[in-house]
């Protein structure tokens, strides 16, 4: 169902070099290349030893015998390793980003960011978000339909969890110039469907903080973003996951399909 192949390719103005890209293409969705950067950023309380937009963004995956892709990265505290599972039964690839202490003393604050994008699938570009689905507030809604000219930059918003937050307002992020939107994401899943409602992809963080959508000229994503692991001790082992789902149907097509994959899985 799945073609997967790793590629190092210049995207947007914010990586001068070329960075590694897993594209993904999908037997029934011809024309359709997404792309996958797994991850995006390694984050190590605040520090990133890893980022695609800067130095050397080469990743040398390899393939298990099994299928598996896998990326293992190297700093003096860490061992990072991400792995990438197809599962043709569910439409589904699981994600997971382990992250080993090497150190004698506990890293505190790990996160990465896992950047699913369509600038290379035509069908699935929402250029407004008239097709991008989440739930806020409780309920599902294509994400046009929030105040986005409230964001410095209204085509990239972020959504953080329920629950995580008192106040509702909006948090502008001028650095990259993006906002936090007042509305709170109920579910981790962030869709996009193709025209007319025939086809949709999603992706998901198992323990997710926040949901992000990218509508660049350049750059088209959709995230969802885990919660950090707070403290790691040395020796010890632990991981964020995630899941991309792809169904021949609307959001509420995917969103039965991610309830039927994650049911045992995510448990």
């Not at 070329?18 to 996958?36: H, K, M, R, S, Y």
């Not at 309380?45 to 980022?51: E, L, R, V």
């Not at 750059?219 to 991309?244: F, N, V, W, Y």
Request: net charge neutral; proline share 7%; hydrophobic share 40%.
């Amino acid at each position: 169902m799945f073609k997967i192949q790793p590629r190092d390719r210049k995207y947007d103005a914010h990586r001068p070099k070329p960075c590694t890209v897993l594209t993904i293409a999908v037997d029934q969705w011809p024309g359709n290349e997404f792309g996958l950067w797994l991850p995006e950023v390694i984050d190590l309380n605040g520090a990133a030893p890893f980022a695609n937009w800067r130095g050397d963004a080469h990743q040398e995956w390899t393939r298990d015998a099994d299928g598996t892709w896998r990326w293992v990265h190297q700093s003096p505290s860490l061992t990072f390793q991400s792995t990438l599972t197809t599962d043709a039964a569910n439409a589904c690839l699981w994600y997971r980003h382990a992250f080993t202490n090497r150190s004698e003393a506990p890293l505190t604050n790990l996160n990465t960011a896992t950047c699913f994008h369509l600038v290379n699938a035509p069908q699935f570009i929402s250029i407004h978000a008239e097709r991008i689905w989440a739930c806020l507030d409780g309920r599902w809604a294509t994400t046009d339909r929030v105040p986005r000219h409230e964001s410095p930059d209204p085509r990239r918003v972020a959504f953080l969890r329920a629950g995580l937050r008192k106040e509702r307002t909006v948090v502008p992020n001028k650095g990259f110039p993006s906002a936090l939107m007042a509305e709170a994401a109920h579910h981790p899943l962030l869709i996009a469907e193709a025209f007319g409602g025939k086809a949709s992809i999603g992706i998901a963080a198992r323990n997710f903080e926040r949901l992000f959508n990218n509508n660049d000229c350049i750059l088209r994503c959709l995230h969802s973003e885990p919660m950090p692991i707070q403290s790691l001790d040395p020796g010890k082992t632990a991981a964020q996951e995630g899941a991309i789902l792809f169904a021949r149907g609307d959001h509420v097509a995917l969103l039965e399909q991610f309830d039927r994959a994650t049911k045992e899985r995510w448990a």
